[in-house]
């Protein structure tokens, strides 16, 4: 994992320096200095759109009562597209305005979704108490370990009307 990253942060810069390079051979250094701030612009406003409709949803599915896991996913991919729109580079330019489009963030979910599912376990405990107040989440008989593979996306239809994805009334 770790060769992985470091690749990765070390192989993107190089490929975006020389992509910007060439792209400054063709059309010129003060156009494609322009087709950066222009590209970053843009996504700036593109991503701050989306993200305020994300976070209306958000908001929504909270009234409603409905957990909003999907709005938090898309809200994440959201950050992730703004950080690689303000990175200068052509391919990164790319991968954020895609990010930013709702029909290929909704695939990039599903398929993130889809590669993460089986990674992931969910523990359910309660507190224990001890003389000096709770503590948190200690492994005890009143622990369990719910495996991944028994969770829905959020994607499907709810089994039924007493979908246990709701929220607890407050």
């Known amino acids: 994992m770790l060769w992985r990253i ?28 322009l087709l950066v701030l222009v590209t970053g612009f843009l996504g700036s406003l593109l991503a701050r759109s989306q993200g305020l409709q994300t976070w209306r949803r958000f908001q929504d599915a909270i009234a ?27 391919l990164t330019d790319v991968a954020g305005f895609l990010l930013l489009v709702p029909w290929s963030r909704r ?11 089986n990674h992931f376990h969910l523990q359910v405990g309660s507190w224990q108490t001890s003389e000096g107040g709770p503590t948190p989440w200690q492994r005890g008989p009143t622990s369990d370990v719910v495996d991944a593979e028994g969770v829905r996306s959020v994607d499907d239809p709810p089994a039924d009307s007493r979908d246990s994805q709701r929220l607890p009334p407050a």
């Open 107 to 117: 695939w990039v979910r599903v398929f993130l979704a889809a590669r993460l599912k």
């Open 64 to 90: 409603r009562g409905r957990m909003p896991a999907k709005e938090l996913q898309e809200g994440l991919l959201i950050v992730f597209a703004a950080a690689m729109l303000l990175t200068p580079g052509i």
């Open 6 to 33: 470091l690749l990765a942060f070390t192989l993107i810069p190089l490929i975006e320096l020389y992509l910007l390079w060439q792209l400054a051979d063709e059309i010129g250094l003060g156009v494609t200095i």
